[in-house]
Each structure stands twice: as structure tokens, then as C-alpha cells.
């Protein structure tokens, strides 16, 4: 079993959707959770994090945990093609980062 | 000048060659790490270090060998790699290491080609 799985996608959606991003973990001990954006070329950049369960919000950003069904997850609100890039979640376990693979959106103008 | 340098962007080397990657950040950091980044498969840990001592690495080859001066320079020195080495590796630090460190700084990274 992978310890951070995503979706690869692509996902596509259209300009002002709602992007669903979707992320699951295998170490039921892990405490933080985070999301980086990585565009295409470029390296990642940590857009949110979180470390209760429940929903955090950061301008069109939110991101959700369950810590008891182990994942998390990112909405964006009024995706934008901007918002074009490669999803990464990434889970601290044990003071390591463990990444997942990366979930690739694409929104279509 | 930008948070985390990385040198040379692009790097092509034979299987017997010896090079070495670059990496350097003006953030006073104290944590700085290795990671390898191939064609659809996640980032892979490769070396930790916190406060210039190496606190991890992750069964990586001897063929990679990490090195940390000092909390702002990072090398990793490339020796008799195989094709299969040939992805893009990408340095970062951190304020501290720890279990909700996670704000990661990257470099641009070193894409490196074995033929």
C-alpha cells in the first residue's frame, strides 16, 4: 500500500468549478498535512496546511481532514486556468515528508 | 536573490563521470533536504540534514553522497550513476525539522540526464 495515494488524473474542469482534490494516507499516526502546487517546469510551493480535522479556509482555497477515515483533501472555488498545475499532497510522518504522486488539473477556459 | 539556489539547472554526465549538484539557501534555514523528482512517480526523500548533521537518509545508493558544510550549502556529489538515476533533483530547507514541519522552500532543481 502506497503511504500517500492521489488520483494522477488529469482532472479537467471548467473555468469557475469547483476543483475536488483528493488524497488518502497510510500511517494513522500522522499529524500535519499539506498541499503544494507545481507547475509544469517549475518546483513546488506550499499553498495550504492543516492539522484538525475539519475544514480551513485561505481565500478560494479549502482545504478538509478526516483523520479518521485518513484523508484529506482541497477544494478550489472558482478554479481559474491559472490554477493549472500538479497537486501534491504531502503528509508528515514521523518527521519525514511523504509525498503522493501528484493529481494534475486542468481548467478549460 | 531568490530563497533556494540550486547549480547546475541541467547537468548531462556520462556513466563514469563524477559531478556534483549544488544547492544553497538565504533564508537561515536549519534544515536542508534531497529530493528526487522522476516522471510520474512521487518525490523521494533522499538525504536529511538539521543543523548540518545528516538525520536521515533513505537508503539511497553510495553512488550519491550528500555533503553540508554549513546550514546554508548543500552538495550532492554524483559518481558511476546509471541511466535510471536520471531525474530531476530538487533541494529544500526548513525553518526547523520536525513532526508538523511541512512549509518546504524548494529550489528550481537540477535536472540531471546519465547516458
Known amino acids: 500500500q502506497k503511504e500517500v495515494e492521489q488520483n494522477s488524473g488529469p482532472l479537467s474542469v471548467p473555468e469557475g468549478a469547483i476543483a475536488s482534490l483528493n488524497c488518502t494516507y497510510s500511517?494513522?499516526?500522522?499529524?500535519?498535512f499539506f498541499w503544494y502546487r507545481q507547475y509544469s517546469g517549475k518546483s513546488p510551493e506550499l499553498i495550504m496546511f492543516?492539522?484538525?480535522?475539519g475544514d480551513k479556509e485561505d481565500g478560494r482555497f479549502t482545504a478538509q481532514l478526516n483523520k479518521a477515515s485518513q484523508y484529506v483533501s482541497l477544494l478550489i472555488r472558482d478554479s481559474q486556468p491559472s490554477d493549472s498545475a500538479t497537486y501534491l499532497c504531502?503528509?508528515?510522518?514521523?518527521?519525514?515528508?511523504?509525498f503522493g504522486q501528484g493529481t494534475e488539473l486542468s481548467v478549460k477556459p | 536573490e531568490t530563497g533556494v539556489t540550486q547549480t547546475p539547472r541541467h547537468l548531462v554526465m556520462g556513466m563514469t563521470n563524477k559531478k556534483s549538484l549544488k544547492c544553497e539557501q538565504h533564508?537561515?534555514?536549519?534544515?536542508m533536504y534531497w529530493y528526487k523528482q522522476s516522471a510520474k512517480k512521487p518525490l523521494e526523500l533522499m538525504f536529511v540534514?538539521?543543523?548540518?548533521?545528516?538525520?536521515e537518509n533513505n537508503s539511497v545508493p553510495s553512488r550519491f553522497s550528500p555533503e553540508c558544510p554549513n546550514s546554508s550549502h548543500l552538495f550532492l556529489h554524483l559518481h558511476t550513476l546509471q541511466p535510471e538515476d536520471s531525474a530531476l533533483y530538487l533541494c529544500?530547507?526548513?525553518?526547523?525539522?520536525?513532526?508538523?514541519?511541512?512549509?518546504?522552500?524548494f529550489g528550481e532543481g537540477s535536472r540531471l540526464t546519465v547516458l
Open positions: 492543516i492539522y484538525s480535522n
Open positions: 504531502a503528509v508528515n510522518q514521523g518527521g519525514k515528508l511523504i
Open positions: 529544500a530547507s526548513s525553518q526547523v525539522r520536525g513532526a508538523n514541519t511541512g512549509e518546504l522552500f
Open positions: 533564508l537561515g534555514h536549519n534544515a
Open positions: 540534514y538539521s543543523l548540518e548533521e545528516r538525520v
Open positions: 500511517d494513522r499516526g500522522s499529524q500535519s
